[in-house]
Protein backbone atom coordinates (compact mmCIF):
# COMPACT_ATOMS: atom_id res chain seq x y z
CA UNK A 1 0.00 0.00 0.00
CA UNK A 2 1.83 3.54 -0.84
CA UNK A 3 0.20 7.27 -0.20
CA UNK A 4 1.25 9.71 -2.59
CA UNK A 5 4.05 7.15 -4.11
CA UNK A 6 5.84 6.35 -0.69
CA UNK A 7 5.01 2.55 0.51
CA UNK A 8 3.78 2.48 3.98
CA UNK A 9 2.65 -1.02 4.49
CA UNK A 10 2.31 -4.24 2.64
CA UNK A 11 0.06 -6.61 3.03
CA UNK A 12 1.16 -10.56 2.61
CA UNK A 13 -1.42 -13.38 1.68
CA UNK A 14 -0.40 -16.80 2.43
CA UNK A 15 -1.48 -20.47 1.88
CA UNK A 16 -2.29 -22.14 5.67
CA UNK A 17 -1.90 -26.07 6.00
CA UNK A 18 -5.34 -27.54 7.87
CA UNK A 19 -4.83 -28.31 11.22
CA UNK A 20 -6.19 -31.22 10.67
CA UNK A 21 -4.31 -32.16 7.10
CA UNK A 22 -1.31 -33.96 8.87
CA UNK A 23 -3.33 -36.58 10.93
CA UNK A 24 -4.77 -36.87 8.01
CA UNK A 25 -1.92 -37.93 6.27
CA UNK A 26 -0.48 -40.18 8.93
CA UNK A 27 -3.72 -41.58 9.49
CA UNK A 28 -4.43 -43.01 5.66
CA UNK A 29 -0.54 -43.99 5.53
CA UNK A 30 -1.35 -46.65 8.77
CA UNK A 31 -4.52 -47.45 6.31
CA UNK A 32 -2.30 -48.53 3.87
CA UNK A 33 -2.06 -45.50 1.48
CA UNK A 34 1.26 -46.11 -0.27
CA UNK A 35 1.13 -42.99 -2.23
CA UNK A 36 -0.39 -39.34 -1.73
CA UNK A 37 -0.11 -36.57 -4.22
CA UNK A 38 -0.95 -33.31 -3.97
CA UNK A 39 -2.54 -31.74 -7.02
CA UNK A 40 -3.71 -28.06 -6.79
CA UNK A 41 -3.68 -24.79 -8.98
CA UNK A 42 -1.72 -22.93 -7.27
CA UNK A 43 1.66 -21.44 -7.75
CA UNK A 44 4.74 -23.93 -7.43
CA UNK A 45 6.35 -22.26 -4.86
CA UNK A 46 3.27 -22.26 -2.81
CA UNK A 47 1.83 -25.71 -3.47
CA UNK A 48 5.94 -26.71 -2.50
CA UNK A 49 5.90 -24.99 0.48
CA UNK A 50 2.31 -26.37 2.01
CA UNK A 51 3.58 -30.35 0.66
CA UNK A 52 6.97 -29.96 2.63
CA UNK A 53 5.24 -30.09 5.66
CA UNK A 54 3.76 -32.87 5.30
CA UNK A 55 4.73 -35.90 4.32
CA UNK A 56 3.26 -36.42 0.59
CA UNK A 57 5.40 -38.32 -2.23
CA UNK A 58 4.73 -35.64 -4.62
CA UNK A 59 3.39 -32.16 -5.65
CA UNK A 60 2.11 -30.80 -9.13
CA UNK A 61 1.33 -27.39 -8.91
CA UNK A 62 0.01 -24.90 -11.50
CA UNK A 63 -2.40 -27.90 -12.69
CA UNK A 64 -5.90 -26.82 -14.92
CA UNK A 65 -9.07 -28.62 -14.55
CA UNK A 66 -8.17 -30.74 -17.21
CA UNK A 67 -4.60 -31.67 -16.09
CA UNK A 68 -5.77 -32.69 -12.60
CA UNK A 69 -8.17 -35.00 -15.22
CA UNK A 70 -4.94 -35.97 -16.76
CA UNK A 71 -3.06 -36.58 -13.55
CA UNK A 72 -5.75 -38.95 -12.25
CA UNK A 73 -5.44 -41.21 -15.23
CA UNK A 74 -2.07 -41.29 -14.75
CA UNK A 75 -2.39 -42.55 -10.82
CA UNK A 76 -5.30 -45.05 -12.07
CA UNK A 77 -2.79 -46.63 -14.98
CA UNK A 78 -1.06 -48.01 -11.40
CA UNK A 79 -3.80 -47.92 -8.57
CA UNK A 80 -6.88 -47.61 -7.81
CA UNK A 81 -7.13 -43.82 -7.01
CA UNK A 82 -9.44 -41.71 -4.38
CA UNK A 83 -9.37 -37.73 -5.21
CA UNK A 84 -10.25 -35.62 -3.04
CA UNK A 85 -11.36 -31.89 -3.94
CA UNK A 86 -13.97 -28.78 -2.92
CA UNK A 87 -13.51 -26.56 -6.24
CA UNK A 88 -14.75 -26.25 -9.54
CA UNK A 89 -11.74 -27.09 -11.07
CA UNK A 90 -11.96 -30.26 -8.93
CA UNK A 91 -15.39 -31.58 -10.11
CA UNK A 92 -14.22 -33.33 -13.21
CA UNK A 93 -11.38 -34.96 -11.46
CA UNK A 94 -13.48 -36.23 -8.85
CA UNK A 95 -15.72 -37.35 -11.77
CA UNK A 96 -12.56 -39.39 -13.13
CA UNK A 97 -11.13 -40.69 -10.25
CA UNK A 98 -12.08 -44.46 -9.45
CA UNK A 99 -13.93 -42.76 -6.05
CA UNK A 100 -14.04 -38.58 -5.81
CA UNK A 101 -14.38 -37.52 -2.61
CA UNK A 102 -15.66 -33.32 -1.95
CA UNK A 103 -15.90 -31.83 1.41
CA UNK A 104 -19.43 -30.53 1.38
CA UNK A 105 -19.51 -27.56 3.42
CA UNK A 106 -17.85 -25.11 1.88
CA UNK A 107 -16.82 -26.42 -1.16
CA UNK A 108 -18.54 -25.92 -4.71
CA UNK A 109 -21.74 -27.31 -5.77
CA UNK A 110 -20.13 -28.65 -8.65
CA UNK A 111 -17.77 -30.81 -6.84
CA UNK A 112 -20.17 -32.41 -4.38
CA UNK A 113 -22.43 -33.22 -7.80
CA UNK A 114 -19.53 -34.81 -9.20
CA UNK A 115 -17.88 -37.22 -6.48
CA UNK A 116 -19.16 -39.97 -5.36
CA UNK A 117 -18.92 -39.22 -1.34
CA UNK A 118 -19.73 -36.03 0.44
CA UNK A 119 -17.90 -35.17 3.38
CA UNK A 120 -20.74 -32.63 5.08
CA UNK A 121 -18.57 -31.17 7.70
CA UNK A 122 -15.15 -29.32 7.23
CA UNK A 123 -12.79 -32.02 8.44
CA UNK A 124 -10.61 -33.68 6.21
CA UNK A 125 -9.74 -35.88 8.20
CA UNK A 126 -13.48 -37.78 8.01
CA UNK A 127 -11.92 -39.20 4.72
CA UNK A 128 -9.40 -40.89 6.92
CA UNK A 129 -12.55 -42.26 8.96
CA UNK A 130 -14.79 -42.95 5.63
CA UNK A 131 -11.47 -45.02 4.30
CA UNK A 132 -11.60 -47.02 7.76
CA UNK A 133 -15.11 -47.53 8.00
CA UNK A 134 -15.75 -48.53 4.43
CA UNK A 135 -12.87 -51.87 4.72
CA UNK A 136 -14.65 -52.62 8.09
CA UNK A 137 -17.90 -52.62 5.91
CA UNK A 138 -16.54 -55.14 3.23
CA UNK A 139 -14.46 -56.93 5.70
CA UNK A 140 -17.98 -57.77 7.58
CA UNK A 141 -19.95 -57.98 4.08
CA UNK A 142 -17.52 -60.54 2.95
CA UNK A 143 -17.98 -62.59 6.43
CA UNK A 144 -21.60 -62.70 6.26
CA UNK A 145 -21.49 -63.72 2.28
CA UNK A 146 -18.87 -66.62 3.29
CA UNK A 147 -20.35 -67.91 6.37
CA UNK A 148 -24.08 -67.37 5.37
CA UNK A 149 -23.08 -69.44 2.06
CA UNK A 150 -21.22 -72.07 3.93
CA UNK A 151 -23.96 -72.58 6.39
CA UNK A 152 -26.95 -73.20 3.89
CA UNK A 153 -24.45 -75.54 1.89
CA UNK A 154 -24.31 -77.50 5.16
CA UNK A 155 -27.72 -77.22 5.67
CA UNK A 156 -28.59 -78.14 2.26
CA UNK A 157 -25.98 -80.98 2.32
CA UNK A 158 -27.66 -82.52 5.53
CA UNK A 159 -31.50 -82.16 3.91
CA UNK A 160 -30.23 -84.04 0.59
CA UNK A 161 -29.71 -87.12 2.99
CA UNK A 162 -33.01 -87.04 4.81
CA UNK A 163 -31.53 -85.18 7.89
CA UNK A 164 -33.59 -82.65 7.92
CA UNK A 165 -37.32 -81.91 7.22
CA UNK A 166 -38.44 -79.67 4.85
CA UNK A 167 -39.68 -77.86 7.97
CA UNK A 168 -36.62 -78.10 9.63
CA UNK A 169 -34.87 -77.07 6.48
CA UNK A 170 -36.65 -73.69 6.50
CA UNK A 171 -36.00 -72.88 10.06
CA UNK A 172 -32.31 -73.96 9.86
CA UNK A 173 -32.26 -71.38 7.17
CA UNK A 174 -34.35 -68.47 8.91
CA UNK A 175 -31.82 -69.11 11.87
CA UNK A 176 -28.88 -68.24 9.13
CA UNK A 177 -30.34 -66.05 7.82
CA UNK A 178 -30.85 -63.86 11.76
CA UNK A 179 -27.24 -64.50 12.03
CA UNK A 180 -25.97 -62.85 8.81
CA UNK A 181 -28.36 -59.93 9.37
CA UNK A 182 -27.20 -59.32 13.13
CA UNK A 183 -23.52 -59.91 12.35
CA UNK A 184 -24.23 -57.28 9.40
CA UNK A 185 -25.33 -55.04 12.41
CA UNK A 186 -21.61 -54.90 13.41
CA UNK A 187 -21.26 -51.82 11.19
CA UNK A 188 -23.43 -49.36 12.97
CA UNK A 189 -20.88 -50.25 15.92
CA UNK A 190 -17.39 -49.02 16.16
CA UNK A 191 -14.50 -50.96 16.23
CA UNK A 192 -13.02 -52.08 19.58
CA UNK A 193 -10.12 -50.41 19.00
CA UNK A 194 -11.70 -47.31 17.80
CA UNK A 195 -14.41 -47.00 21.04
CA UNK A 196 -13.43 -44.05 23.04
CA UNK A 197 -15.45 -41.40 24.76
CA UNK A 198 -14.29 -37.71 22.62
CA UNK A 199 -13.23 -34.71 24.15
CA UNK A 200 -16.42 -31.87 24.26
CA UNK A 201 -16.27 -29.86 21.43
CA UNK A 202 -17.01 -26.82 24.05
CA UNK A 203 -14.08 -28.00 25.66
CA UNK A 204 -12.10 -27.68 22.50
CA UNK A 205 -13.11 -24.47 21.77
CA UNK A 206 -12.40 -23.25 25.28
CA UNK A 207 -9.11 -24.59 24.49
CA UNK A 208 -8.45 -22.98 21.35
CA UNK A 209 -9.71 -19.53 22.72
CA UNK A 210 -6.41 -19.42 25.31
CA UNK A 211 -4.32 -20.03 22.75
CA UNK A 212 -5.90 -16.59 20.69
CA UNK A 213 -5.36 -14.98 23.84
CA UNK A 214 -1.73 -16.31 23.90
CA UNK A 215 -1.18 -15.14 19.90
CA UNK A 216 -1.43 -11.48 21.33
CA UNK A 217 1.15 -12.23 23.61
CA UNK A 218 3.62 -13.59 21.52
CA UNK A 219 2.67 -10.64 19.04
CA UNK A 220 3.95 -8.69 21.57
CA UNK A 221 7.33 -11.00 22.12
CA UNK A 222 7.76 -10.44 18.06
CA UNK A 223 7.55 -6.54 18.17
CA UNK A 224 10.35 -6.50 20.88
CA UNK A 225 12.65 -8.73 19.39
CA UNK A 226 12.19 -6.71 15.99
CA UNK A 227 12.44 -3.30 18.35
CA UNK A 228 15.54 -4.52 19.59
CA UNK A 229 17.27 -4.49 16.23
CA UNK A 230 17.70 -0.71 16.33
CA UNK A 231 17.17 0.10 20.11
CA UNK A 232 19.17 2.50 21.88
CA UNK A 233 20.72 1.10 24.67
CA UNK A 234 18.68 2.10 27.43
CA UNK A 235 15.72 0.94 25.77
CA UNK A 236 16.81 -2.29 24.96
CA UNK A 237 17.73 -2.74 28.51
CA UNK A 238 13.91 -1.70 29.10
CA UNK A 239 12.79 -4.05 26.18
CA UNK A 240 14.58 -6.81 27.68
CA UNK A 241 12.74 -6.41 30.84
CA UNK A 242 9.27 -6.15 29.58
CA UNK A 243 9.95 -9.59 27.45
CA UNK A 244 10.91 -11.01 30.68
CA UNK A 245 8.13 -10.17 32.50
CA UNK A 246 5.75 -11.52 29.41
CA UNK A 247 7.82 -14.50 29.61
CA UNK A 248 8.00 -15.27 33.41
CA UNK A 249 3.97 -14.26 33.81
CA UNK A 250 2.38 -15.14 30.91
CA UNK A 251 3.94 -17.58 28.71
CA UNK A 252 5.68 -19.79 31.43
CA UNK A 253 2.42 -19.31 33.64
CA UNK A 254 0.40 -20.57 30.82
CA UNK A 255 2.68 -23.50 29.89
CA UNK A 256 2.72 -24.54 33.87
CA UNK A 257 -1.22 -24.84 34.17
CA UNK A 258 -1.43 -26.50 30.43
CA UNK A 259 1.06 -29.44 32.44
CA UNK A 260 -0.75 -29.31 36.07
CA UNK A 261 -4.07 -29.14 34.45
CA UNK A 262 -5.09 -29.35 31.07
CA UNK A 263 -3.15 -32.57 29.46
CA UNK A 264 -4.18 -34.63 33.05
CA UNK A 265 -7.81 -33.63 31.69
CA UNK A 266 -7.52 -34.50 27.79
CA UNK A 267 -5.33 -37.80 28.59
CA UNK A 268 -8.61 -39.14 29.99
CA UNK A 269 -9.88 -38.88 26.37
CA UNK A 270 -6.39 -40.04 24.18
CA UNK A 271 -6.19 -44.16 25.54
CA UNK A 272 -2.87 -44.05 23.81
CA UNK A 273 -1.50 -40.98 25.16
CA UNK A 274 -1.18 -39.22 21.45
CA UNK A 275 1.80 -36.82 21.48
CA UNK A 276 1.35 -35.65 25.22
CA UNK A 277 5.10 -37.04 26.19
CA UNK A 278 6.60 -34.74 22.93
CA UNK A 279 4.53 -31.49 24.39
CA UNK A 280 5.28 -32.03 27.78
CA UNK A 281 9.72 -32.43 26.30
CA UNK A 282 8.74 -29.12 24.46
CA UNK A 283 7.64 -27.23 27.85
CA UNK A 284 10.71 -28.34 29.02
CA UNK A 285 12.43 -26.15 26.24
CA UNK A 286 10.32 -23.45 26.89
CA UNK A 287 11.09 -23.17 30.53
CA UNK A 288 14.78 -23.59 30.38
CA UNK A 289 14.94 -20.41 27.13
CA UNK A 290 12.33 -18.61 29.85
CA UNK A 291 15.26 -19.71 32.19
CA UNK A 292 17.78 -18.30 30.01
CA UNK A 293 16.07 -15.27 29.41
CA UNK A 294 15.94 -14.63 32.93
CA UNK A 295 19.35 -14.79 33.53
CA UNK A 296 20.40 -12.52 30.94
CA UNK A 297 17.45 -9.67 32.25
CA UNK A 298 18.73 -10.07 36.05
CA UNK A 299 22.50 -9.83 34.87
CA UNK A 300 22.31 -7.19 32.50
CA UNK A 301 23.81 -3.63 32.77
CA UNK A 302 21.39 -1.14 32.76
CA UNK A 303 23.63 1.41 32.96
CA UNK A 304 26.52 -0.07 30.74
CA UNK A 305 24.19 -2.50 28.11
CA UNK A 306 26.46 -5.06 26.84
CA UNK A 307 25.89 -5.06 22.92
CA UNK A 308 26.56 -8.94 22.77
CA UNK A 309 24.07 -9.72 25.81
CA UNK A 310 21.55 -7.86 23.99
CA UNK A 311 21.54 -9.87 20.75
CA UNK A 312 21.93 -12.94 22.85
CA UNK A 313 18.65 -11.82 24.76
CA UNK A 314 16.77 -11.12 20.80
CA UNK A 315 17.47 -14.65 19.91
CA UNK A 316 15.96 -16.15 23.01
CA UNK A 317 13.48 -13.84 22.80
CA UNK A 318 12.87 -14.92 18.69
CA UNK A 319 13.58 -18.88 19.59
CA UNK A 320 10.46 -18.65 22.37
CA UNK A 321 8.07 -16.88 20.16
CA UNK A 322 8.55 -19.61 17.23
CA UNK A 323 8.59 -22.54 20.19
CA UNK A 324 6.13 -21.60 21.46
CA UNK A 325 3.51 -21.17 18.70
CA UNK A 326 4.77 -24.06 16.74
CA UNK A 327 4.06 -25.86 20.35
CA UNK A 328 0.32 -24.65 20.45
CA UNK A 329 -0.31 -25.83 16.84
CA UNK A 330 0.81 -28.92 18.07
CA UNK A 331 -1.46 -29.06 20.88
CA UNK A 332 -4.35 -27.81 18.77
CA UNK A 333 -3.62 -31.03 16.64
CA UNK A 334 -3.84 -33.14 19.79
CA UNK A 335 -7.35 -31.29 21.05
CA UNK A 336 -8.64 -32.25 17.78
CA UNK A 337 -7.64 -35.83 18.28
CA UNK A 338 -8.93 -36.05 21.89
CA UNK A 339 -12.41 -34.26 19.95
CA UNK A 340 -12.17 -36.99 17.38
CA UNK A 341 -11.92 -39.75 19.96
Known sequence: MAVEGKIIGALLLGDEIRRDAPRTVQALRNLGISRIVMLTGDRADAAETIGSAMDLDAVLADRSAADKVEAVASEQALHPTVMIGDGINDAPALAAA???????????????????VVILVDRIDRVASAVQIA????????????????LSGVAMGFAAFGWLSPVQGALTQEAIDVAVI???????????????????PTTFQTLLDDHVTLDAVLDRLRAIADALDNAPPQNATALILDANKI????????????????????RAFLPDG????AMSRGHREI????????????????????????RDAQHVIESLETLVRIHNAQEEDIYQHAVAG
Open 247 to 266: VREQIVAHEREDETQLYPRV
Open 274 to 277: HGLA
Open 135 to 150: RRTRMIALQSIVVGLG
Open 182 to 200: LNALRTLVPARGQRSRGMA
Open 98 to 116: DVGIAMGARGASASSEAAD
Open 287 to 310: HHLARLLDRIATTHDADDPDPYLI
